[in-house]
């Protein structure tokens, strides 16, 4: 394989949004080129949602939302791997540019706003791949839905994904989609998890196949919004839960001189607001249904950390950027019980 540190530079050396997508277009090419020459993934088995899970490390949403190099990326070693955010129709996005890199803070600010070739064309690119790890997709509203409507989009995501996917994911905690974070409310947040899984269980008995649901919540909620949101995971029988997305805080980047670009923060500075949530949700949930930690994981012992304050299983997307696909292997060490 490549050493990682011989292309970071020519990487960092574009835009941001133009290396992403060289990044994809790598790892598609590498599958069948330089990737096979990996070692093959340690083995540390751990049953979550009912699923099996290879190891506890996961790739976080966004990396890859059409699904475009997920052979490649399941040479890296992960456990499982999370596709979208998708949406019902293609959109574009928010307009270029709309990814930043500090690499001083190791962070990442975004404003993509849902980008995506849609769900039709999601499910025609899986049904292509070779790779039959666990795989989750993750389904959003599109950005013209009025908040009102916005239930119709997931159930419509929900429908399409549900055969390919091993769990779905409900992203209701973008900061890039405009009013999409009030799904967190109280009764906004019952009536959109009541019609997911009252579909769901149609599903289930139509295609004979259970696929769970796990709903990911942002790092900006105090406590009693985190108490209210583990009460409605609990009420529905929601299958887990993933904390967190990226904060609209700028906490530890305050000095970059990008620090006022809007969208969500990502990366390193995330670390200790996203594992604050885990901790609560933790306390709150009192085990009754798994979290799976994101936010801020840049080294096996901040994956570790996630599992003692309260995880299950860890996912992974900025800190690739900074310290490539060695990160993996070193997750899957740090969280091998």
């Known amino acids: 394989m490549i050493p990682y540190a011989l292309i970071r530079p020519l990487l960092f050396s574009l835009d941001a949004e133009r290396a992403h997508e060289l990044t994809l277009k790598l790892l598609a090419i590498g599958d069948s080129l330089w990737l096979h020459n990996l070692p093959p993934e340690k083995t540390a088995p751990v049953e979550v949602m009912g699923l099996h899970f290879p190891n506890r490390v996961g790739l976080a949403a966004g990396l890859d939302k059409n699904g475009t190099a997920l052979d490649g990326l399941s ?11 998708v949406t019902p129709r293609p959109q574009p996005g928010n307009p270029k540019p709309r990814l930043f890199r500090l690499p001083e803070q190791q962070a990442i600010i ?23 790890g666990i ?16 239930v119709d989009d997931y159930l419509i995501c929900l429908d399409k994904a549900y055969l390919p996917a091993s769990y779905i994911t409900v992203n209701i905690s973008s900061p890039n989609t405009k009013n999409l974070r009030q799904l967190q409310g109280a009764s906004e ?36 919004q985190i108490v209210n949101i583990a009460d409605v995971l609990r009420r529905h029988r929601i299958d887990a839960v993933i904390a967190t997305n990226t904060t609209l805080g700028r906490e530890g980047v305050e000095t970059s001189p990008l620090a006022n670009e809007a969208g969500g923060l990502s990366g390193s500075p995330l670390f200790e607001k996203s594992t604050a949530v885990i901790r ?33 299983l860890v996912q992974i997307y900025s800190g690739l950027i900074y310290s490539g696909p060695q990160l993996v292997a070193e997750c899957i060490e740090a969280t091998h019980t």
């Not at 404003?111 to 039959?132: C, H, K, S, T, W």
């Open 75 to 85: 040479r890296l070693g992960f456990g499982f791997l999370e596709v979208g955010t």
């Open 110 to 132: 975004n404003r993509m706003g849902f980008n995506n070739a849609g769900i039709d064309a999601l499910r025609e690119r899986l049904a292509q791949v070779r790779y039959r």
């Open 135 to 150: 795989l989750g997709i993750n389904i959003g509203k599109n950005f013209d839905t009025p908040i009102e409507q916005a």
């Open 189 to 224: 947040l019952d009536a959109l998890l009541a019609a997911l899984k009252s579909r769901q269980t149609t599903l289930s008995d139509q295609h004979g196949k259970y696929v769970p649901l796990a709903l990911k919540i942002a790092p900006d909620l105090d406590e009693s």
């Open 280 to 312: 609560s949700l933790a306390h709150a949930l009192g085990g009754e249904l798994p979290i799976i930690a994101a936010g801020g994981i840049t080294s096996g012992e901040r994956a570790r950390a996630k599992l003692d304050a309260g995880a299950a």
